[in-house]
């Protein structure tokens, strides 16, 4: 995923870049994303850009 924010954390893009290759958990993966907006303020790194890398781990169980 690949996720766009304000300044104050606000989400105002997401895209999956690179698919788990199942619409169905690439599609959740969007929509939690999504839901998870405000995210917390973006701290500028030396060049005054903030990008940062979170991995994401799915774990299915069955119920």
Same mark, same amino acid.
Do not use: H
């Given at each position: 995923?690949?996720?766009?924010?304000?300044?104050?954390? *606000?989400?105002? @893009? %997401?895209?999956?870049?690179? =698919?788990?290759?199942? #619409?169905?958990?690439?599609? *959740?993966?969007? @929509? %939690?994303?999504?839901?998870? =907006?405000?995210?917390? #303020?973006?701290?500028?790194?030396?060049?005054?850009?903030?990008?940062?890398?979170?991995?994401?781990?799915?774990?299915?169980?069955?119920?």
């Amino acid at each position: 995923m690949e996720l766009y924010l304000l300044g104050s954390g *606000a989400l105002t @893009r %997401a895209r999956v870049i690179r =698919s788990t290759g199942i #619409e169905q958990i690439d599609s *959740a993966a969007y @929509r %939690a994303a999504l839901s998870a =907006s405000p995210y917390p #303020e973006p701290t500028p790194d030396q060049s005054g850009k903030s990008r940062f890398e979170v991995k994401l781990v799915f774990a299915p169980s069955r119920l």
